[in-house]
Structure formats: C-alpha cells, structure tokens
C-alpha cells in the first residue's frame, strides 16, 4: 500500500521553525527562574518549587489544551498559546515577588501544553502513518536542540543586559512564534478545524479503559524515566565526589546525545515499527538507571550518563507517534490530551521517587527503583504494543496488508 509522499522539508516553515523558536524561549527561562526567585524574595527552596510549578502547569494544562485544539483548531490554537505565552512571560519579569513570578510560569506551563498538544494533532491530522514517526520524532529533536540553544542565549544576554531581559526575550520570541503561525499556510488544507466531537476526559478514558490500563500505564513509567535523569544525574555524581562544574558539563553533555538521533529513530520505526525504538530506547535507560548507583568513578560515570542521554534520543517523539497511532479521528485532539497527561504525570512523580530515596538515606535505592521500573515498561511495550496498534513490527503491518515504506525525501 503506497501513501501521499509527503516531503518534510515542506513542515519546516510552519511547523518545525514555530516549535524550535519557543522551546528556545522556554530554554532560556529553565535555568533562569530558580535565580530570578532569589533574586525577589525567594530562598532555594521556593526556585526549585519555581521549576516544579512549570511542570505542574504542563500536567495541569493537558486535558484543556485537548478540548481548545478540538474547539477552535490546530493552528488557532498555537497561535493563541504563543500570544497568551507572551504576557504570561511579561508577568513573570515584571514580578516583584516570588508569589507572583510562581502565578506566571504556571500559567507559561499549562500555554507551553497547548501549544505542544496542538502541534501534535496537527501532524497527526496530516502526516500519512508511514512518515508520522520520522515527522513526530523531528518535532522531538527539533524541540529538545532549542532547549539546548535557550540557555546559551539566556547566558548571553544576562552578561548584557542583567536578568529579567532574558524575560523579555522569551516574551518576543513567543510573539514571533504567533506571527510565524499565522503567516505560513496549512500544508495540506484547514485540516480538523473545530470538527471534533465534545467529549469529556472521563468518557475518553472510560471508552479506552484497557488500553489507558495498560499501555497508557507503560507511557506513565516512561515518562517518568525521562524525567528521572535530571534529578538522578546531578544527584549522583555529587555523591561520587565531582564538582558542579563537571557534573553540569557531563551533564550538558547527555542532554546533547539527546538531540543526536531523533530522525534515525523516527526513520526506524516508520520502517520497522514502534517496537524497534520503544523498547530499546527504556530499556538503555532502564539500565542505565540500574548501572548508575554502581558506579564510582567519573569515567563510569560519564559512560553512564552519555548512554542515558542515547536512550533517551533513540526513544524522541515515541509517545507523541503512538499518540497519533491510537487516537481515535473524531476526538484525535481530546485524546491525545489524555495521552499527554500520562506522560507528563510520570514526569512529574518519578522525580520524587528519588529524591524520597535521597531524603531517607539510599539515593542509590531510589534511582534503582525506577530502573526496574523501565524495565517493566519496556515489558510492556513488547506485550501490548502488538495489541494496539497496526505499526506495532512487520508482523502486524503484514496481517494488515501495510508494507514497509520505501526510502525517500523526508
């Protein structure tokens, strides 16, 4: 069965430029707002709550982002997100106390959700499924290098114009984001412009009980084992005896394999289906979770941290493909707001796994948790996986009549 080619450097413009400029803002902001709390009245303790609240904002922000792509549209609804961001960011730099800056980076968080949401259903609702992967996994990479690029451009513009520029910065290129939106055309028509049907999370979850029990329970853990590495990482090679320079260079370094291979990943399971990137991908980093309390010595450490950094990249844009893989097309984009939500939760709570480990005395016990966890999640992906969804593995597009895409642009 041949599909529409569909060459993705066509999504650049509109798609892949727009999403690249605001993770760039957002990565400017990270490292900024736990100093920018001190800096109006908050102690360590409220930054680092600072930094949770965006990811509570995104949790938060999940199911309604859903309902508004569904309501108003893809695109509108980028383009509403980008312009809200833009006095969600200006109230965080015009804060004058921790309280009011916390008001303003949840709000950033929950827009930062509906703008990712609807990117995704976008692509969903044009990409052919031979080519979703390779599209969803760019959006991936593309995302994580400009959450490499924002930090760098924070530094530079803090050593120029002090702190709360970087604010204003952010502020400009969500505006930039907006009119970017609006300007480049749909590359396929209006696509599901509010033609969704209304339906409640609830109802979602009820009508896809099994599959929310199971897969949906293996896509919480991943999550979740993402999200551990930036507490685990830091954590660990200060108890080894580095200093935060090298840790946050090693650090730096495992976020940049991040960003190496999303499009061979994306191209692997276009090819050869989801199984041959979901399960690789946690279970490096499961073990690797395993491994890290082992270790003793920076040259492990580094080898640890680098190949957490490889698993991660080889897994970009999985959930996001399995995502628009399962979504039913009627309520694609309230479904895939449920779907975000398990991922982001997992991102949420794992974190707290280890540091409840550190707290009690076992960093170690903590970090091992969790990667037996991902080894369970990477069970789950060989069980279940088969069970939903067509682009499971060349088995299941054969019993579908789908044959594997030839090689191609894009």
């Not at 551990?228 to 580095?242: K, S």
């Not at 450490?301 to 990249?313: H, K, P, Q, T």
Request: aromatic letters at 6%.
């Amino acid at each position: 069965m041949d599909e529409p080619r569909l060459d993705l450097r066509r999504l650049i413009p509109g798609v892949y430029a727009p999403c690249l400029i605001y993770e760039i803002g957002v990565g400017a902001l990270a490292p900024v707002l736990p100093l920018f709390a001190g800096r109006i009245g908050g102690g360590p303790g409220i930054g680092a709550a600072i930094v949770a609240i965006l990811g509570v904002g995104t949790v938060v922000g999940d199911i309604p982002a859903g309902k508004l792509a569904a309501r108003f549209g893809d695109r509108r609804a980028m383009i509403v997100a980008a312009t809200a961001s833009v006095g969600a960011v200006s109230a965080c730099a015009a804060a004058t106390h921790w309280v009011s800056l916390a008001l303003g980076v949840f709000a950033l968080g929950a827009l930062h959700a509906v703008f990712l949401l609807a990117r995704q259903a976008y692509l969903a609702e044009h990409i052919p499924p031979l080519k979703r992967a390779r599209a969803m996994s760019s959006l991936g990479g593309v995302g994580r290098i400009g959450l490499l690029i924002g930090p760098f451009l924070g530094s530079a513009v803090i050593g120029t114009w002090g702190i709360r520029a970087v604010f204003w910065v952010a502020a400009g290129l969500s505006a930039l984001v907006a009119l970017v939106v609006f300007a480049v055309p749909d590359i396929a028509g209006p696509g599901a412009e509010a033609s969704e049907e209304r339906v409640s999370a609830r109802a979602i979850v009820r009508d896809h009980a099994r599959l929310f029990r199971t897969l949906g329970a293996t896509i919480l853990i991943l999550g979740g084992v993402r999200a551990v590495r930036a507490t685990a990482l830091p954590l660990w090679g200060e108890a080894i005896g580095l200093s935060d320079a090298r840790v946050s260079l090693i650090f730096g370094l495992s976020g940049l394999m991040d960003a190496l291979f999303f499009y061979p990943s994306g191209r692997a399971m276009d090819r050869h289906g989801r199984m041959w990137v979901a399960i690789p991908s946690v279970g490096t980093m499961a073990v690797c979770l395993l491994a890290l309390p082992v270790t003793s010595t920076e040259l492990a450490y580094v080898a640890v941290s680098l190949a957490i950094g490889l698993g991660n990249s080889m897994g970009a844009g999985i959930v996001m493909t399995l995502g628009a893989d399962l979504a039913p097309a009627r309520i694609r984009a309230q479904f895939l707001g449920v779907w975000r939500l398990l991922n982001d939760a997992g991102g949420a709570a794992f974190p707290l796994v280890v540091s409840a480990g550190a707290a009690l005395g076992s960093l170690g016990l903590g970090i091992g948790l969790v990667g037996v966890s991902g080894l369970l999640a990477a069970g789950g992906f060989a069980v279940w996986l088969p069970q939903f969804t067509v682009h499971a593995n060349h088995t299941t597009r054969r019993a579908a009549g789908i044959e594997a895409p030839r090689d191609g642009p894009g």
